[in-house]
């Protein structure tokens, strides 16, 4: 069984920094593409960041290129969301996800595993 569980949201101020993690079970984390999504305050989710099996290829939605990265580490089973210069839009609740392929995203059902979401929220 695929669990994900994130971790590391929370309250910060414009401008500040936030790095989220998740935490996935199960063999084949090391096979699996996996990205993040956000959905704010009476928003749809969108896309934010994915990452290859093997962590060589990354994607980022625009509004978050340049600030966000995305990154894993194998040996942990872990893919983390490093959050620099945060915006109050950037407010959601923060879902990691696994992919179905070696490579995934943007789109969410290329996902087939969800984690339960973090909320991060930017407000002075």
């Known amino acids: 069984q695929v669990q994900l569980v994130e971790s590391g949201g929370g309250l910060v101020q414009p401008g500040g920094s936030l790095r989220l993690s998740c935490a996935v079970s199960?063999?084949?984390?090391?096979?699996?593409?996996m990205g993040w999504f956000r959905q704010g305050p009476g928003k749809e989710r969108e896309f934010v960041a994915a990452?290859?099996?093997?962590?060589?290829?990354?994607t980022y939605a625009d509004y978050v290129k340049g600030r966000f990265t995305i990154s894993r580490d194998n040996a942990k089973n872990t893919v983390y969301l490093q959050m620099n210069s945060l915006k109050p839009e950037d407010t959601a609740v923060y879902y990691c996800?696994?992919?179905?392929?070696?490579?995934?995203?943007?789109?969410?059902?290329?996902?087939?595993?969800w984690g339960q979401g973090t909320q991060v929220t930017v407000s002075s």
């Open positions: 199960g063999r084949t984390f090391t096979s699996k593409a």
């Open positions: 996800a696994r992919g179905s392929g070696n490579y995934a995203g943007p789109n969410s059902w290329e996902f087939g595993y």
């Open positions: 990452i290859s099996w093997s962590g060589g290829t990354t």
